[in-house]
DNA sequence: GTGAAAGCGCTAACAC
DNA sequence: GTGTTAGCGCTTTCAC
């Protein structure tokens, strides 16, 4: 196999020092042309590739950035990582995953276990039942940047890119009224996780901006599979006054209700409307198509790879906050005829 | 911040040399028991983290494996992804992520600015349009191992592991037939993939032992979305003979399938059954569900990445090929009542 | 059983 | 504008 080309190599051959080469290949201005063409041309030939466990070790970066999630298997978080690899791959940056399967304890050992040394930042999204955050916080505190995305930790003071969870849930519901709906349920997420609340929110502030009752029997603490979409649902049905809508805090939700509403013989959209929220493609292949608000999964990702790239780039980067609009997406679930 | 803890502390601390801090940590039996428990414990104590630049320039070893492949955003590579970590997670390897956008051309420039000393072994499920392999017998030949998963380079002598593409299609033809469709058409994938090949010699071998025609006007290769799978059944609604069954590449095609058989009024499992192949969440979701063959994605993850550590631990480890069986799912695309 | 020292490939003072 | 040198944190001979 023959060892890999280094710039001793580069050095030796043309006759100059390592660090001439050094200075050449990365750009540096005091190498004189000539010299410089022929580090180059040279370097290109023996198809050099720099050593970024040395450069690493020498200027400790890495030109590696970690991506701490819960799931990569539903739409909304493969398209956030494939943003994010859009931008770290045009950087020259590359992403190291990892999977949180939304345990806390998951995500606590590997935040606790990760050798920061071979990180330049961190771009992640806490587990739901993620208690603590002191252990983001103590990862800031040594010096490697975290940028939030989605689910944010809101007590720690660092950029955060999310979408706009309290508008689109007032968007969805404010359709909801003006396609004629009034009895309006919710079916939400977990209590205490940061974008459920608002979302919930949104539901009741559209709910009382047009003076219609949120009735508490309406409006359910769950899981955010379709399971429980369906038991939620079920649970609707029995309600001493039945809803007219359901307002999903996501898709998955929203097609458990839909499930639930076809096994109950309810006709949706007429009888029952629903909404949801992500825009997951199987919201226009299932029948009827369930109308939602988009979220802007791909810039999520690629929003918050440029905000760390920033922090990695210069230190004392001032943390912002960027909220990314949803968008109404009107399908078949909301038509009354 | 303060820096990190390194075996230099550790070792002025204690009154040894980091020689003897190295061995101790890296559990080298010829270090006194007693010392070597003081050096773990304060090791511990200070919340040590080997720096992974140092090790892996020291020997060569980065811990790092590269994954390739063509998208993130289906179930199918998602859960693959989610396998490997696992494993990967297990032995205290991470996961650096390349999505080639299943572009051909982004392999390449992917593969070719690789640097492989940040990585110690690769895992990839090679571009559907890849037409040459050189770039990946390259990375071999200078010592890095590769284990192809799913869509593989079938002439590079490496581990390779997929599922029963041949036997799978076989089966899901056969059942089919079984079920009494007689008149069985394929919609393919694009030629030249190898696993598009098997499924379509399952198809015809199926076709051959139970004495059914094959025509070609029923073989339609395309690509893999959805979109694709309508297009083709339109054509299949306009044979001269028209076909009972539709058996699809995977299920992307079939759901496709199912949306135009529909828009066209023709009921599905009783004028005509669709059968895919993949077992993507969405089949049991839509109306009618639809039967597939349900392919071991978690196991293919599991299982490449276990290769590939034994191909990075033991240099010479022989390749395996090893094919994990699919599984037939019964649903109503194929009944017929 | 332990220490000294060289070296992995690269960068960055510091000379010249 | 270029070379020399020390050093990043760790492993690994080679002595003792």
Same mark, same amino acid.
């Given at each position: 196999m023959g060892h890999a080309v280094t710039i001793k190599d580069i050095a030796k051959i043309l006759n100059v020092s390592v660090s001439t080469v050094s200075r050449a290949l990365r750009d540096t201005y005091d190498v004189n042309q000539e010299t410089k063409k022929r580090i180059l041309s040279l370097a290109a030939e023996l198809n050099y590739k720099p050593n970024f466990n040395a450069t690493g070790l020498a200027q400790g970066s890495t030109h590696n950035i970690g991506v701490v999630l819960p799931f990569i298997t539903n739409y909304y978080f493969s398209t956030v990582i494939t943003g994010i690899q859009e931008v770290a791959y045009d950087n020259n940056y590359n992403i190291i995953l990892f999977i949180t399967n939304d345990s806390s304890e998951r995500e606590l050992s590997i935040i606790q276990n990760? %050798?920061? @040394?071979?990180?330049d930042g961190l771009l992640v999204s806490v587990s739901s039942? %993620?208690? @603590?955050c002191n252990h983001f916080q103590e990862i800031i505190d040594e010096g490697t940047p975290i940028v939030f995305f989605d689910r944010i930790a809101s007590n720690i003071d660092t950029s955060k890119v999310m979408q706009g969870d309290y508008k689109g849930a007032f968007e969805a519901v404010e359709h909801l009224i003006e396609s004629g709906y009034t009895k309006i349920a919710h079916i939400a997420g977990p209590k205490g996780l940061d974008f459920t609340e608002k979302r919930l929110n949104g539901y009741l502030d559209a709910l009382k901006k047009h003076g219609l009752a949120a009735r508490e029997e309406w409006i359910i603490f769950s899981g955010f599979s379709q399971e429980y979409g369906e038991t939620d649902t079920y649970q609707l049905l029995q309600c001493e006054q039945r809803p007219d809508a359901i307002f999903a805090v996501n898709d998955r939700k929203a097609i458990g209700a839909i499930v639930a509403l076809k096994n109950n013989g309810v006709i949706i959209g007429k009888e029952i409307g629903v909404i949801g929220f992500t825009?997951?493609?199987?919201c226009t292949i299932i029948s009827p198509s369930i109308t939602t608000i988009a979220e802007p999964a791909f810039e999520i990702g690629t929003t918050s790879c440029d905000l760390l790239l920033k922090h990695i780039n210069k230190k004392n980067f001032n943390p912002q906050e960027i909220i990314l609009p949803g968008k109404l997406m009107v399908r078949d679930s909301t038509r009354r005829n």
């Open positions: 990760l %050798s920061l @040394s071979r990180l039942n %993620s208690d @603590s825009d997951d493609p199987i």
